[in-house]
Structures are given as structure tokens and as C-alpha cells.
């Protein structure tokens, strides 16, 4: 690392302080302005260094806990943390073990433990990767592993766990032909069509980025708009749309899309993205309920536990209890409602969520049906190209889970299902 090496690891440590001290997700912290001070390859990497140490947090914890008579300050614990994985995964001591202890050295509270810090690392170097290799894939905490179990059974956990583990590999939906971007850029053509990039890349120095040839989206979240197949000059409306990633598929095919979100920020960047890619769409700041019409289409992409995204976001576990997502059951059930009534007869609708939960995705579903005697699921409209039949639900949704694709890097979790009015 370079000579802002130091600066880089302690914003590290001050995202890991804030994700499981202040149950803060670290899109808030960094979006508050926390690593503004850092150039912005710094910043990638003070990032990266927070993510990796959450996705090993349980084995640094392992590897620590023989070197500890008693658990130190948080600060101090995460200082230790961000080294040890550094140091397990091959980073240099000499780098690691400096910059830990002048961390600790600078900080007014806990400057007196430096020489414990540096002893403890030094320990690490000598011994903790050979335990690293020896210990188990981190599980989620138990607030969250035990719905998912009963839900898929201990294997599957197994699987999801090694995914998040793992991370995401970057996905690219082209705005043309998938397969002539992904050999200019060498990536891997998936099944569904979306582009998988060689690792390791720049986005921005990709080819066709200023051209706004694609975007970045998960494979599974491209899904949604696939099944939505909307036509050119049909009427659609995006409800809860930013930042933009099925609005931007929905103009490309040519429909006339009215995209809603009620967050001004997040709208922002639809449309900096439209903008990008020469895309045009109608843009709603506003509350998805107080939305009126008629529509032929309609995608509804509603807030939810993200729990199908932790391979990007491993603070997610950490940050939250799942004490909110009562409420955003709640909520979806209610949005369902209302976009079914903006439905013309005739017309479609896929409801989707980036959750694992099923309480988010089958159920509202099978409910939803139950509730309004002239909808029901279209379960052939869910079988596109590269759509495994296995992935289909008995109520007739597509249930995806991050174990989908081991062998090519994965998917994000995600269920959609496509409803139809009468
Ligand atoms: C899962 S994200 C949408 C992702 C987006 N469809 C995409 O593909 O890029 C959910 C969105 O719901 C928005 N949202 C939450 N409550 C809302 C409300 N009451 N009305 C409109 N949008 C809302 C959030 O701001 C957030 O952008």
C-alpha cells in the first residue's frame, strides 16, 4: 500500500466502528461524506479492506481470540481484525503491523495499547494463516441464518454462506447486443445475457463506459425487465426505480417508461445514468402510493431487507437485527396492492425483491393472489432463456439464491414473479 497507507486502513476501521458499533450500512457512511478526505483509489480500497474484514470477521475473531485475555475496546478489536485478515490473505507484516499500531498510537483513547497491538499481530504473522485455512466459511449471525434455514434447509445455508464469502464478481447489462460487448471487453457472455467482467477491472476504464454502451447490474437483477418483456410504445410505469438499473433496460427496449422514487438523491443518479447512456425516460420524485393511472406494464421493485445482496454488502448482517423488516413486509404488501390497481386490464406485472426471505417474495405473492380474484401468476412468462426450470416456486415466481452458479462466480439473491390482470 502506498504512503497513505495508514489513512486508507484507519477509514477502514472507522466504517468497520461505524457499521457494528452504530448499526450504520456503509452506503450511509460513505455517503455522509466519510472518505471524502481520501483520493478516490484510497477510498475504493479503504472500502475494500472493511468489506473483506466483515466477510472474515468470524475467522479473524478465531484466529485473535488465543492472542486476547479479555475482548479490547471495539476500535482496538477492529484494528486487530482489519490486520489479521490482511495478514491471512498474504499481506505484508511489515506494512499491516505498522500501520495497525500507528493507528492505535494516534488514537487518544487507546494509545496505550500499541505494544499489545503490535504483539498480537506479530503473533498472527508467525501462525494465523495456517488456522485461517483450517477454519469454517463465516456463518450469518443467527438472527438471520435461522429464518434462511427453515426456509432452505442447512445445505443450501452452507452454499449461501461459501457465496458471501466469496463476493460478487462485477455484471454488466449491455444496451445492445450482449455478446459483441462481451468480447470487447473479454468478459463471459451468462446465460441470461448478461456480461460477467474478467476480475480485477476498472469500471470507468472499461470500453463503452463514457459511450454509455452498459451499465452495471447483478445478472439476477436483470432479470425482472427480461420477464417484463416490454414492447416498444407500451405504457410502463417503474415503481420504486433508482438508481435506474431496470428503468435504463425498460427505455432501451423502447416502452415509455414513467420511473418513481421518492428519494431525491437516489433519483439524482437515474438520471445521471439516463443521461449516460443516451436513455430517456419520465422521472417522479414521489411517494410510489400517491402514483395514478393506467399502465400496460408495470415493474415493481420494492424496498426490502436486501438480503439477496449481501455478497456486495457484507455489513448488512452486522448493521442491522431484522427488527425492521416487519415493516417492510408491510409495506410491499401495500404497494403490491396499489400498483395492481394501476393496472389496465389485460396488463402485467412483476413484482420483485432483492431479499431472501420469503416472506418478501413467495408469500407476498400467494397472498396478493388471494386477494384479488382477477390476477394471477403467469409461471411460463418466467422461463426466459438461461433460466434453469428448477429455480421456478410453486406459486409460479423465479426464486434465486446466491449458491445459483457456484462454479461462475454466483448471482445475487432475488424473487420476482409476473402477475397478470384479467
Ligand atoms: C430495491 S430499490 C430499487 C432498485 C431499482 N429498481 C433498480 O433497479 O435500480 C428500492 C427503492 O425504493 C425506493 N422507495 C422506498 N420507499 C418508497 C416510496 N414510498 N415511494 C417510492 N419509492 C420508494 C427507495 O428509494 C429505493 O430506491
Same mark, same amino acid.
Given at each position: 500500500?502506498?504512503?497513505?497507507?495508514?489513512?486508507?486502513?484507519?477509514?477502514?476501521?472507522?466504517?468497520?466502528?461505524?457499521?457494528?458499533?452504530?448499526?450504520?450500512?456503509?452506503?450511509?457512511?460513505?455517503?455522509?461524506?466519510?472518505?471524502?478526505?481520501?483520493?478516490?483509489?484510497?477510498?475504493?480500497?479503504?472500502?475494500?479492506?472493511?468489506?473483506?474484514?466483515?466477510?472474515? *470477521?468470524?475467522?479473524?475473531?478465531?484466529? *485473535?481470540?488465543?492472542?486476547?485475555?479479555?475482548?479490547?475496546?471495539?476500535?482496538? +478489536?477492529?484494528?486487530?481484525?482489519?490486520?489479521?485478515?490482511? =495478514?491471512?490473505?498474504?499481506?505484508?507484516?511489515?506494512?499491516?503491523?505498522?500501520?495497525?499500531?500507528?493507528?492505535?498510537?494516534?488514537?487518544?483513547?487507546?494509545?496505550?495499547?500499541?505494544?499489545?497491538?503490535?504483539?498480537?499481530?506479530?503473533?498472527?504473522?508467525?501462525?494465523? +494463516?495456517?488456522?485461517?485455512?483450517?477454519?469454517?466459511?463465516?456463518?450469518?449471525?443467527?438472527?438471520?441464518?435461522?429464518?434462511?434455514?427453515?426456509?432452505?434447509?442447512? /445445505?443450501?445455508?452452507?452454499?449461501?454462506?461459501?457465496?458471501?464469502?466469496?463476493?460478487?464478481?462485477?455484471?454488466?447489462?449491455?444496451?445492445?447486443?450482449?455478446?459483441?460487448?462481451?468480447?470487447?471487453?473479454?468478459?463471459?457472455?451468462?446465460?441470461?445475457?448478461?456480461?460477467?467482467?474478467?476480475?480485477?477491472? +476498472?469500471?470507468?476504464?472499461?470500453?463503452?463506459?463514457?459511450?454509455?454502451?452498459?451499465?452495471?447490474?447483478?445478472?439476477?437483477?436483470?432479470?425482472?425487465?427480461?420477464? *417484463?418483456?416490454? +414492447?416498444?410504445?407500451?405504457?410502463?410505469?417503474?415503481?420504486?426505480?433508482?438508481?435506474?438499473?431496470?428503468?435504463?433496460?425498460?427505455?432501451?427496449?423502447?416502452?415509455?417508461?414513467?420511473?418513481?422514487?421518492?428519494?431525491?438523491?437516489?433519483?439524482?443518479?437515474?438520471?445521471?445514468?439516463?443521461?449516460?447512456?443516451?436513455?430517456?425516460?419520465?422521472?417522479?420524485?414521489?411517494?410510489?402510493?400517491?402514483?395514478?393511472?393506467?399502465?400496460?406494464?408495470?415493474?415493481?421493485?420494492?424496498?426490502?431487507?436486501?438480503?439477496?445482496?449481501?455478497?456486495?454488502?457484507?455489513?448488512?448482517?452486522?448493521?442491522?437485527?431484522?427488527?425492521?423488516?416487519?415493516?417492510?413486509?408491510?409495506?410491499?404488501?401495500?404497494?403490491?396492492?396499489?400498483?395492481?390497481?394501476?393496472?389496465?386490464?389485460?396488463?402485467?406485472?412483476?413484482?420483485?425483491?432483492?431479499?431472501?426471505?420469503?416472506?418478501?417474495?413467495?408469500?407476498?405473492?400467494?397472498?396478493?393472489?388471494?386477494?384479488?380474484?382477477?390476477?394471477?401468476?403467469?409461471?411460463?412468462?418466467?422461463?426466459?432463456?438461461?433460466?434453469?426450470? /428448477?429455480?421456478?416456486?410453486?406459486?409460479?415466481?423465479?426464486?434465486?439464491?446466491?449458491?445459483?452458479?457456484? /462454479?461462475?462466480?454466483?448471482?445475487?439473491?432475488?424473487?420476482?414473479? *409476473? =402477475?397478470?390482470?384479467?
Amino acid at each position: 500500500m502506498s504512503k497513505s497507507g495508514m489513512q486508507t486502513r484507519r477509514s477502514a476501521v472507522y466504517l468497520l466502528d461505524q457499521v457494528m458499533g452504530e448499526g450504520r450500512l456503509m452506503s450511509e457512511v460513505i455517503g455522509s461524506g466519510a472518505l471524502e478526505r481520501l483520493e478516490p483509489a484510497d477510498r475504493a480500497r479503504a472500502q475494500r479492506l472493511a468489506m473483506d474484514t466483515l466477510r472474515g *470477521l468470524e475467522r479473524a475473531d478465531r484466529v *485473535l481470540q488465543k492472542h486476547l485475555k479479555k475482548v479490547p475496546a471495539l476500535t482496538v +478489536q477492529n484494528v486487530l481484525r482489519l490486520g489479521t485478515v490482511e =495478514l491471512c490473505q498474504g499481506g505484508a507484516a511489515h506494512g499491516v503491523v505498522n500501520d495497525a499500531v500507528e493507528i492505535i498510537a494516534k488514537n487518544k483513547h487507546h494509545a496505550g495499547l500499541k505494544g499489545l497491538v503490535n504483539a498480537v499481530l506479530r503473533k498472527v504473522d508467525a501462525d494465523g +494463516q495456517a488456522e485461517w485455512d483450517r477454519l469454517r466459511i463465516p456463518r450469518m449471525p443467527k438472527w438471520l441464518r435461522k429464518p434462511l434455514a427453515q426456509a432452505y434447509g442447512s /445445505d443450501v445455508m452452507l452454499g449461501i454462506e461459501a457465496a458471501h464469502f466469496n463476493g460478487a464478481p462485477l455484471d454488466l447489462t449491455a444496451k445492445g447486443d450482449a455478446a459483441a460487448l462481451a468480447d470487447t471487453i473479454g468478459g463471459e457472455l451468462l446465460p441470461t445475457g448478461s456480461v460477467r467482467v474478467p476480475v480485477g477491472q +476498472q469500471v470507468s476504464a472499461l470500453a463503452g463506459y463514457e459511450a454509455g454502451d452498459w451499465w452495471v447490474q447483478d445478472a439476477a437483477a436483470a432479470l425482472p425487465a427480461k420477464i *417484463l418483456n416490454v +414492447q416498444a410504445g407500451e405504457k410502463v410505469l417503474d415503481l420504486c426505480a433508482a438508481p435506474g438499473g431496470k428503468t435504463m433496460q425498460m427505455a432501451a427496449a423502447g416502452a415509455e417508461v414513467a420511473a418513481v422514487d421518492d428519494n431525491p438523491s437516489r433519483m439524482a443518479r437515474v438520471e445521471e445514468n439516463l443521461k449516460r447512456t443516451g436513455l430517456s425516460a419520465t422521472l417522479v420524485v414521489g411517494d410510489a402510493m400517491a402514483q395514478q393511472g393506467a399502465y400496460d406494464a408495470i415493474l415493481l421493485d420494492a424496498p426490502c431487507s436486501a438480503t439477496g445482496t449481501m455478497r456486495r454488502h457484507p455489513d448488512l448482517p452486522f448493521a442491522k437485527d431484522g427488527s425492521e423488516f416487519g415493516d417492510l413486509i408491510g409495506m410491499q404488501e401495500v404497494f403490491l396492492d396499489h400498483a395492481l390497481s394501476l393496472l389496465k386490464p389485460g396488463g402485467r406485472l412483476v413484482f420483485c425483491t432483492c431479499s431472501l426471505l420469503p416472506d418478501e417474495g413467495e408469500v407476498q405473492v400467494e397472498e396478493s393472489v388471494a386477494r384479488w380474484s382477477g390476477v394471477s401468476v403467469d409461471r411460463d412468462a418466467v422461463l426466459i432463456e438461461g433460466v434453469d426450470p /428448477d429455480w421456478v416456486t410453486e406459486e409460479g415466481g423465479l426464486r434465486l439464491r446466491p449458491d445459483y452458479w457456484a /462454479d461462475r462466480g454466483g448471482m445475487d439473491g432475488f424473487y420476482m414473479a *409476473l =402477475l397478470r390482470k384479467a
